[in-house]
Structures are given as C-alpha cells and as structure tokens.
C-alpha cells in the first residue's frame, strides 16, 4: 500500500502536535471504525476521570478493530478524537504518540459537551486503508 505524507504546503504552516494535515494512500479496501469508547473486555468503563487510562484502553479497542480485519495502526489514515474537556488534549496526545510513532495520521481534535455514557472522556473513530 502506497502512503504518502501532506505535512507542508505552500503558504500553510506546519501541524501544531502530532499528525499530519493529510494522508494520500492508493489502496483497494478501506475500513471505516466507528467510534471506540473506553470500555473493556468485560463491558465496564475503565479507568472513570482518567483520560490518558481511557485513551490508552480506546486505542486498544481501536487496535483490535483494525487487526480483525487485517490492518494494522500504521495504515490509519485518519482519526477523529472526541473529548469532554480541553484539558484531555495533552495525555490523549501522548498515548496517540505511543500508538502511531511513525508518521501519524490526519487528525481531527474535537472537545464536545457529552459522550453516550457521563463517564466517557475519550472517543475515537478511523479511517483506514486495508492492504
């Protein structure tokens, strides 16, 4: 699968953090994954008030999408991250950091006034050409 990197253009500024303005991929299949919440194996919200536990289980969760049907999380081309507060933007960077250390994907930051459950403080969906 061929992948290419927009981090600069003419007249635009570098990304301020870590992702890329866009990804231009060639590929036959793409995976679109709704949105991940932190929720566990065993159907309980992990980690209440903790945003870099919930980020960390949300990329989990978002991983084991992306392998069942063949990928892997350097194929990701795009993610929307969802948080309730502002203050989550920096430990849910980090974690992104920890799970794409390559070139990262495109990315849009959203800070929203609710998640589907209260005690949700991260969701994250993808795009993602299959090889």
Avoid: C, W
């Amino acid at each position: 699968m061929n992948r290419t990197i927009v981090k600069e253009s003419k007249g635009h500024a570098p990304p301020r953090g870590h992702y890329s303005h866009g990804v231009v991929v060639e590929a036959p299949r793409t995976l679109y994954v709704a949105g991940q919440v932190p929720v566990g194996k065993d159907g309980n919200t992990v980690s209440p008030g903790d945003a870099a536990a919930q980020g960390r289980q949300v990329m989990e969760n978002l991983k084991a999408v992306i392998e069942e049907a063949g990928g892997k999380m350097a194929d990701v081309a795009k993610t929307t991250v969802y948080v309730t507060s502002l203050e989550a933007r920096g430990p849910i960077g980090e974690v992104r950091k920890k799970y794409f250390p390559g070139e990262p994907p495109a990315n849009t930051f959203l800070v929203i006034s609710s998640l589907a459950q209260p005690d949700f403080l991260v969701e994250i969906e993808a795009i993602v050409p299959l090889p």
